[in-house]
């Protein structure tokens, strides 16, 4: 079935590393979004990302979709405490304008101080 | 402040027994929807709604009824027929029909045994 595949799982790093979470798709996707959960929280929206190859940046955040847009990445500069969390990757299987996203399981990054 | 309202944060039930876990926005968002998140898992899609008195299941929406008789309500009703109903659930909103889910409650733990 569709599927959407993050890599790592889990990533331990010392603050002030910096972090990739990695996101692949089965199939092309219309656009992929992000989100990010604290622990014992709920998803907060980060970000939609709509055309390939494109780079968007959000302070110590960098977000690219792929040329072919079946990959994605989330790229954290400097890693502090408050980026502790897991990060998930959604796309959309149902085509342009579909609502029914699919998520990863989500890359947990927990940030050493 | 607006937001979405999720209640109970916990609730715990005995097997075989139906329960309602709430959802209200004053966000004023047209869209709705209801996810599942198991442990170490991503979110899963149960039932969407784009309008009022109009909803869509998701992907895993057997055991599952909601309704929307109210653009800010959207209650999802757990049945005694879902066969793994613990979990967390979260209900998210978006600002326009067929966008993605923007906006997430803080959700309702459910413990049934």
């Known amino acids: 079935g569709q599927q959407v595949m993050q890599i790592p799982q889990y990533q331990h790093v010392q603050e002030g590393e910096d972090f990739t979470t990695y996101c692949n798709s089965s199939?092309?996707?219309?656009?992929i979004q992000w989100y990010k959960q604290r622990p014992g929280g709920h998803p907060v929206f980060l970000i939609q990302?709509?055309?390939?190859?494109e780079v968007k940046k959000q302070k110590r955040l960098t977000f690219q979709f792929g040329e072919a847009k079946k990959n994605s990445s989330l790229h954290i500069t400097a890693t502090q405490t408050t980026d502790v969390g897991t990060y998930f990757c959604?796309?959309?299987?149902?085509?342009?304008?579909?609502?029914?996203?699919?998520f990863g399981k989500g890359t947990k990054l927990s940030v050493i101080p | 402040d607006g937001g979405i309202t999720q209640s109970p944060k916990y609730l715990f039930r005995k097997e075989g027994q139906n329960v309602t876990l709430s959802c209200e926005q004053n966000?004023?968002?047209?869209?709705m929807y209801w996810y599942r998140q198991d442990p170490g898992q991503g979110l899963r899609l149960i039932y969407y709604?784009?309008?009022?008195?109009?909803?869509q299941k998701g992907d895993i929406a057997e055991g599952y009824s909601v309704s929307r008789e109210k653009k800010e309500s959207f209650p999802l009703t757990v049945t005694s027929a879902q066969k793994n109903p613990t979990a967390f659930y979260l209900c998210?909103?978006?600002?326009?029909?067929?966008?993605?889910?923007?906006?997430f409650g803080p959700g309702t733990r459910l413990t049934v045994t």
């Open positions: 998210a909103s978006s600002t326009r029909q067929g966008a993605s889910p923007e906006y």
């Open positions: 199939t092309t996707l219309s656009n």
């Open positions: 990302l709509v055309k390939s190859g």
């Open positions: 959604a796309g959309p299987f149902g085509g342009a304008g579909s609502y029914q996203l699919t």
């Open positions: 966000l004023n968002h047209d869209a």
């Open positions: 709604s784009q309008i009022v008195n109009d909803f």
